[in-house]
């Protein structure tokens, strides 16, 4: 074994980084290798149950309310990876000591964020299909199919992931993190326009709505599965950029595996 | 020599300074050789090396890699400052080849290269046919070694474990001061953070004892042998209680009962031929066996670490024997 500086070692940034994000990725998906069938299973419960639940709640409900409570939900799918499991998952390798073999390592802490992400996009997109097929099927709708759908779906993940992130690293501890994002889901699935039009909300809802990013992909979600890529859709996905933007800059900016306080 | 580490009076406080972890320490760390941190649990030492690999900010004083503040250059330390940090949590899913060749990577290894070391480490460290195994499926000491193949990964610069022989058999514990000596013969700077001061002495050059969050002393070993007791200890075990030669050590220096059948005789170095001889006639009146040892680091250990007034009473004995 030769010192720093050596042959063995990559010289291009860019390749670097490349293989950096993927053996992150890799290291992400062996810790579910063994439990990937019931993380898969219980992501997908909290949305099904609910669209089940409505479906037996609502009586003869319209189209528009029906359009709703699925995209909602598929929503939802998305949101509980985006925003839940990663702030519980983050802060799960923050208390398990897994911060310090990664902080000893001359990597991207973007890269670890993108590894986790990736490892719940895999898990959440398999939900968001079943739950779209199923919700179909259950209130007979038909939806309109569109490619725009991958990166309406990317952006609404993305564009919650730097609050999970952030949630995740913060983290005193592990209960307080899994009773706060349990809340969060809550105020964002039943308090905000993602299944309830944005009418219904009282006034001081509705202004807080528009502060976060599910009510814009919500938008586009509906609008793009009945009718199709529109300029609505165009400005919300547009949003659910800046808002993966502002995501990127809060993980940037905001976030320390090193140098604690 | 090259200073590769400057610690410059450097403290850490949490909760508003209510809670001191250390304090005011200052001291550097040289090009190639292998410095010991010694102190009981909870003395500061990895509170210190988390500041030293930039995972933990100073609350005053700062640290010094190659000249450059490590608050600022973080990622240059993770770069080139490989940190074995007690137990690799973060792998256990990983199979043992695969954190091996991860981490290679993750250090900016090429494929090929992460591959060869990983089937080298595997190897030096007897981990081939677990190389397939989880580390959670793996024993404690196997798991330990996997992590500590971990560090070793690379061609880091400076390496610092901390207690890497906690849970590992003798045998094991002889590989890994094995490893890590050959790495520092290939010229890398190795920090160590350990309790264990009988191993310890066997491995480094310099030693920092460190508690209370204070740097206590920190010298190379023969430096701090001399502060202490320089008589030599012969411990003897009695086949039986007061055999007739007991009468007799005591007229060779201090003698200390340990157990019934133990005790320890303090002579002074040159008097060691003469006692030799003494006791291999003795052993017939009572005498089962005996070793002869200097003062050790675990002497200077014990000196250093002492309160100030138990320190003064010693030497007072000391001076008086």
Redesign the interface.
């Known amino acids: ?4 500086n ?5 010289h291009s940034r860019f390749k ?1 980084l490349v ?2 994000a993927w ?2 990725f ?2 992400q998906l ?2 579910i ?2 439990q990937w069938a019931l993380i898969f299973i219980l992501a997908s419960l909290f949305p099904f149950t609910t669209l089940m639940f409505l479906k037996f709640f609502t009586v003869n409900p319209t189209d528009e309310i029906m359009i709703r409570i699925i995209t909602g939900n598929m929503l939802f799918a998305l949101i509980i990876m985006g925003l839940n499991a990663m702030a519980q998952d983050i802060a799960w ?1 923050k208390h ?3 911060f ?8 991207a802490k973007v890269n670890f964020v993108i590894a986790n992400l990736i490892r719940g996009a895999l898990m959440s997109f398999p939900s968001f299909f079943i739950l779209m097929f199923i919700g179909q099927w259950i209130y007979d709708i038909k939806f309109h199919y569109s490619f725009a759908l991958l990166p309406v779906m990317l952006l609404s993940i993305m564009s919650v992931v730097g609050f999970g992130v952030l949630l995740g690293f913060w983290s005193p501890n592990m209960q307080l993190t899994n009773m706060l994002v349990q809340a969060l889901m809550m105020i964002v699935g039943f308090m905000t326009p993602v299944m309830v039009e944005m009418s219904q909300l009282p006034a001081v809802l509705q202004a807080f709505s528009y502060l976060l990013p599910t009510t814009y992909a919500a938008e586009a979600l509906r609008e793009l599965l009945t009718v199709g890529w529109t300029s609505s859709v165009a400005t919300n996905t547009l949003i659910l950029f800046v808002f993966t933007v502002v995501s990127y800059l809060l993980i940037l900016k905001k976030i320390h ?5 | 020599m090259k200073r590769v580490f400057e610690i410059k009076n450097v403290t850490k406080t949490y909760k508003k300074g209510k809670v001191t972890a250390n304090e005011n320490i200052s001291f550097s760390i040289m090009q190639g050789e292998i410095l010991g941190l010694l102190g009981p649990n909870g003395a500061g030492k990895s509170t210190l090396i988390k500041q030293i690999v930039a995972h933990v900010q100073p609350s005053e004083g700062k640290i010094l890699y190659n000249g450059t503040d490590v608050s600022t250059q973080s990622r240059l330390v993770s770069r080139e400052v490989a940190y074995y940090a007690q137990e690799p949590a973060s792998l256990t899913s990983l199979k043992v080849n695969e954190a091996l060749y991860f981490t290679a990577r993750l250090r900016g290894m090429k494929k090929s290269a992460a591959k060869e070391q990983t089937n080298q480490l595997l190897e030096k460290l007897g981990l081939q046919e677990s190389g397939n195994k989880q580390l959670k499926r793996l024993s404690g000491g196997q798991k330990r070694l996997a992590g500590i193949g971990t560090t070793l990964i690379g061609a880091a610069a400076v390496l610092i474990f901390d207690e890497p022989t906690n849970e590992l058999d003798p045998k094991k514990r002889r590989l890994v001061w094995d490893l890590i000596q050959e790495r520092n013969r290939e010229g890398a700077t190795i920090i160590l953070v350990t309790h264990n001061i009988l191993e310890a002495e066997q491995v480094v050059d310099r030693v920092a004892v460190i508690n209370h969050g204070k740097l206590l002393a920190i010298d190379s070993v023969s430096t701090l042998k001399n502060r202490v007791d320089q008589r030599l200890k012969a411990d003897i075990t009695l086949a039986t209680p007061q055999p007739p030669a007991m009468e007799a050590l005591q007229s060779w220096g201090q003698l200390v009962p340990l157990t019934e059948h133990r005790c320890r005789l303090l002579i002074e170095k040159d008097r060691a031929a003469e006692l030799l001889t003494f006791l291999n006639e003795a052993q017939a009146e009572g005498i089962h066996s005996y070793a002869i040892s200097p003062p050790s680091l675990e002497d200077v250990y014990f000196h250093i670490d002492k309160d100030p007034e138990e320190a003064e009473e010693e030497e007072k004995l000391y001076a008086n024997a």
């Open positions: 074994m030769q010192m720093h050596s042959a063995g070692y990559e670097q293989a950096e053996i992150l890799r290291i062996s810790n290798r063994e390798q398990q000591g897994h310090t073999y990664y902080a000893s390592l001359p990597i595996w090193r140098m604690e306080s």
